[in-house]
């Protein structure tokens, strides 16, 4: 079986490649480490990779929205999306004891996620760092002792780490929504019920109610909308949006009747809705 090259952006044991595990989880694939989601978007675009996995929102950060500008200015369709409980871990090298850890180092937002647990070990010091993949590798290569890394049990398994404390961040419910993105669009079937759009409106008084009771007669659930200023026009926003139908033909009319509501409409994808029920997703990661 040929293996999928999948554009991801970080490097080995990053959350994106989590994410790309469980995406293509009964698949074979190939990981294209990439600096950033730019050189994730190009990777995909000249064909090094045949798809790619970019996180597009959190559930505490919010949304990543440069990362939906370079899917609107790119030629790749959203093929699909996964969501992935972001769970964080204290890591260091057999034989480490966490009492004898002196210096913990990771990305600033994996520290601050994980402040509570650090409370209780006054004696470590946090150092912030570009990655939390990164950590875990310079702490694999690294001759110090009493040093530790937070990151993902993948990260652990990459580069043969132990894990000291699991689960320490202090929100269980933060999850990351991750889409996958190819160069062709997805064929149309009956899986396909949700939809990403983006369109900018004019200053008319009421252009965006127009637009939301169009979708509400034709009974498409807007479980999304996102505003982002347009560059070089001060004032002027772009709007992304996630629609979720049951009919994919009435989807089609509502799209149809939007579309001169607005300026530059696009769609970035269509595809199947990923289970997204905070609660059930909490329940499997248990």
Not at 9 to 24: D, K, L, M, N, V
Not at 252 to 279: C, D, H, M, R, W
Request: one cysteine or more.
């Amino acid at each position: 079986m040929k293996k999928i090259k999948v554009a991801i952006q970080g490097i080995h044991g990053a959350f994106h490649e989590e994410a790309s595990a469980r995406y293509y989880k009964n698949k074979e694939i190939e990981l294209v480490p990439c600096k950033t989601f730019s050189d994730l978007i190009n990777s995909v675009e000249s064909g090094e990779a045949d798809r790619g996995i970019m996180a597009i929102e959190n559930t505490i950060a919010g949304s990543i929205l440069p990362n939906y500008a370079l899917i609107e200015q790119s030629n790749l369709h959203i093929t699909g999306e996964i969501y992935i409980r972001i769970v964080q871990n204290l890591i260091a090298k057999n034989g480490e004891k966490i009492e004898e850890i002196k210096e913990v180092y990771s990305h600033p937002m994996a520290i601050y996620q994980c402040s509570k647990f650090f409370k209780e070990y006054p004696q470590i010091r946090l150092v912030e760092s570009f990655d939390t993949a990164i950590s875990a590798k310079d702490i694999a290569n690294s001759n110090e002792k009493n040093t530790a890394a937070i990151a993902s049990s993948f990260a652990a398994k990459r580069y043969n780490l132990k894990i000291l404390a699991e689960s320490i961040e202090d929100n269980k419910l933060n999850y990351t929504r991750f889409f996958e993105l190819k160069r062709k669009p997805k064929k149309k079937t009956k899986k396909i019920n949700k939809s990403s759009v983006c369109f900018s409106l004019s200053n008319k008084t009421g252009s965006l109610s127009s637009i939301l009771s169009v979708l509400a007669y034709y009974d498409i659930n807007l479980h999304k909308i996102q505003s982002h200023p347009i560059m070089g026009k001060p004032w002027k926003y772009s709007f992304y949006v996630d629609l979720v139908f049951d009919d994919y033909k009435r989807y089609k009319q509502a799209k149809k009747a939007v579309i001169p509501l607005t300026t530059n409409f696009k769609v970035l994808g269509e595809y199947k809705e990923s289970n997204k029920s905070l609660t059930k997703l909490h329940k499997l990661n248990k």
